[in-house]
């Protein structure tokens, strides 16, 4: 296997249910090294992380990677703010829609790209309430029986 084959994603499951997924990005992380050696094992969760901009930069909040276990004295913070890297104009652009309509950024999944590199994909999203979730659910369960007549009636 090739180092970086990209074979490693991490997804947040909970996002899609409590969110609407408005416009997606794609974004490097900037991690230290034991950071991504913790991540090619597998080891992160994305379960409460969410984004936030400061200086005009965009920062990963609530992200775990877990400490690396043959890291010694210089293994990181499982839970530090982690800096996005994004162009000038994507910046600008999320954080406009931020600022105007209040949306927040989500991080659907962090992966390794073919050369390796972790990178994260984002999302400006809304909120659902309730009553989508529920619709969502029951969207998806009848999606599923309708399949399931279809496999088995051919």
Same mark, same amino acid.
Do not use: Q
């Given at each position: ?9 991490? *997804?947040?499951? &909970? ?6 997924? %408005?416009? =997606?990005?794609?974004?490097?992380? @900037?991690? $230290? !090294? ?45 839970? *530090?703010?982690? &800096? ?6 994507? %910046?600008? =652009?999320?954080?406009?829609?931020? @600022?105007? $309509? !209040? ?52």
């Amino acid at each position: 296997m090739r180092r970086g084959s990209g074979d490693i994603v991490i *997804r947040n499951k &909970k996002a899609s249910h409590d969110y609407e997924f %408005l416009e =997606k990005f794609v974004a490097g992380i @900037k991690l $230290t !090294g034991t950071e991504i050696k913790s991540i090619r094992l597998g080891k992160a969760a994305l379960a409460d992380s969410y984004c936030i901009f400061r200086d005009n930069e965009l920062f990963i909040k609530g992200m775990h990677i877990a400490e690396y276990y043959w890291g010694n004295l210089n293994n990181h913070d499982p839970l *530090r703010e982690r &800096k996005l890297l994004l162009t000038r104009k994507e %910046l600008n =652009k999320i954080g406009r829609k931020v @600022k105007e $309509t !209040g949306l927040t950024i989500i991080v659907i999944k962090v992966f390794l790209n073919e050369r390796g590199l972790a990178k994260a994909e984002i999302a400006l999203a809304r909120g659902k309430k309730e009553y989508d979730k529920r619709e969502t659910i029951k969207r998806r369960d009848t999606d599923r029986e309708i399949d399931r007549y279809i496999r088995n009636s051919g």
